[in-house]
T-cell receptor, first 113, second 112 residues
Framework: KAGVTQTPRYLIKTRGQQVTLSCSPI?????VSWYQQTPGQGLQFLFE???????NKGNFPGRFSGRQFSNSRSEMNVSTLELGDSALYLC????????????FGEGSRLTVL | QQQVKQSPQSLIVQKGGISIINCAYE??????FPWYQQFPGKGPALLIA?????SEKKEGRFTISFNKSAKQFSLHIMDSQPGDSATYFC???????????FGAGTILRVKS
């Protein structure tokens, strides 16, 4: 069974640009969560989608947005990039939305110059 | 109130020894406490998890101890091995959904 796939794995952007990251969950999983990982702030919850609906949202500015498609694949978008957005963005999938095991992908490492 | 405090920040243990990592939380609404293991270049992987209706859970060499009244929980790794060298995160969740609040992480190094 294929794991969680995140693309791209690495990307470099400049301040002011926008970026879209993609996540394909494990087949059959309907919940996708996004987390930001930085050395300073650790792992922080961005948002969770279940059946194309946002279920939870973390404490991030509106520049961070996401969506989920009918096939459970998810994308997150960061607009007007800032230097502080440099981070590893992790996607996690789960069968449902009630504390089943979260399966994380290997992440998309974003560097903002 | 949403914080999960984790200690120590780093830990060096001899092969065969016991590794102990501690976490504390404040929000009494938390009712799910997982531990994740992360190797460099990889995403976190669930190691073991506990709910507050039990005080201890053991899976192989890994044990979670949970103290509801003190709002603390800990991970014990028995017979630590060099392959256990990784970063360990505690986390807490509560209510609906899969939102987790993570501790800051502990870098474990097991010396052979």
């Amino acid at each position: 069974k294929a794991g969680v796939t995140q693309t791209p794995r690495y990307l470099i952007k400049t301040r002011g640009q926008q970026v879209t990251l993609s996540c394909s969950p494990i087949s059959g999983h309907r919940s996708v969560s996004w987390y930001q990982q930085t050395p300073g702030q650790g792992l922080q919850f961005l948002f969770e989608y279940f059946s194309e609906t946002q279920r939870n949202k973390g404490n991030f500015p509106g520049r961070f947005s996401g969506r989920q498609f009918s096939n459970s694949r998810s994308e997150m978008n960061v607009s007007t990039l800032e230097l502080g957005d440099s981070a590893l963005y992790l996607c996690a999938s789960s069968l449902g939305t009630g504390y089943g095991e979260l399966f994380f992908g290997e992440g998309s490492r974003l560097t903002v110059l | 109130q949403q914080q999960v405090k984790q200690s120590p920040q780093s830990l060096i243990v001899q092969k065969g020894g016991i590794s102990i990592i501690n976490c504390a939380y404040e929000n009494t609404a938390f009712d799910y406490f997982p531990w994740y293991q992360q190797f460099p270049g990889k995403g976190p992987a669930l190691l073991i998890a506990i709910r507050p209706d039990v005080s201890e859970k053991k899976e192989g060499r890994f044990t979670i101890s949970f103290n509801k009244s003190a709002k603390q929980f800990s991970l014990h790794i028995m017979d630590s091995q060099p392959g256990d060298s990784a970063t360990y995160f505690c986390a807490a969740g509560g209510g609906s959904g899969n939102k987790l609040v993570f501790g800051a992480g502990t870098i474990l190094r097991v010396k052979s």
